[in-house]
């Protein structure tokens, strides 16, 4: 059991390039999230799926598409790169009846130079 | 005015101390209240929750809540040089809305 994976552990992109944040969990949870932790931020969410073929904004969307590819998979995609993308990205996924308990990912750190 | 405050420190003490971690909060709408726990270049992770007022307690760790002051606290007694992290606090407003709100963490050494 891996619980929630994430890859890449770190990137770094020239602004303007894109990429795709992968993340997977072998709970069977509905509900995904990924959010950005910035210093001084706390962790802000960008967009969440609350079940396979669902997604949502969160606090923080724009410049980020997701995709629900199953129920074990939540994409993350920075079409266009831009410096103020540089943070560490968190993926995580809720325990169904649970009082909260999110389950976090190790993390993705991207800078954008 | 965020929904959640949370002091980000860093709070420095001595092993053995007492900790008190606190963060306030404005939408009476919260029910749920937690505090996770993260690592240095770590995922958090999920340390307590407790519903409504009250308090919690979890070995040297106790939560506690006061609905009417709209603030939360996490006290760590006998702290540990292993306690060394950022304490985060979130909340909900009912279960099954799903959707956490977190405080900005506060950044905890525990010096030997």
């Known amino acids: ?113 | 005015q965020k929904e959640v405050e949370q002091d980000p420190g860093p709070l420095s003490v001595p092993e053995g101390a007492i900790v008190s971690l606190n963060c306030t909060y404005s939408n009476s709408a919260f029910q749920y209240f937690m505090w996770y726990r993260q690592y240095s270049r770590k995922g958090p992770e999920l340390l307590m929750y407790t519903y409504s007022s009250g308090n919690k307690e979890d070995g040297r760790f106790t939560a506690q809540v006061d609905k009417s002051s709209k603030y939360i606290s996490l006290f760590i007694r006998d702290s540990q040089p292993s306690d060394s992290a950022t304490y985060l606090c979130a909340m909900n407003p009912i279960q099954g809305a799903q959707k956490l709100v977190f405080g900005q963490g506060t950044r905890l050494t525990i010096n030997p």
């Not at chain 1, 509905?30 to 932790?37: D, K, L, P």
């Not at chain 1, 129920?71 to 831009?82: C, H, I, N, P």
């Not at chain 1, 943070?87 to 308990?101: H, I, T, W």
């Open chain 1, 1 to 113: 059991n891996a619980g929630v994976t994430q890859t890449p552990k770190f990137q770094v992109l020239k602004t303007g390039q894109s990429m795709t944040l992968q993340c997977a969990q072998d709970m069977n949870h509905n509900s995904m999230y990924w959010y950005r932790q910035d210093p001084g931020m706390g962790l802000r969410l960008i967009y969440y799926s609350a079940s396979e073929g669902t997604t949502d904004k969160g606090e923080v969307p724009n410049g980020y598409n997701v995709s629900r590819l199953n129920k074990r998979e939540f994409s993350l995609r920075l079409e266009s790169a831009a410096p103020s993308q540089t943070s560490v990205y968190f993926c995580a996924s809720l325990r169904q009846g649970a009082a909260y308990e999110q389950y976090f990912g190790p993390g993705t750190r991207l800078t954008v130079t």
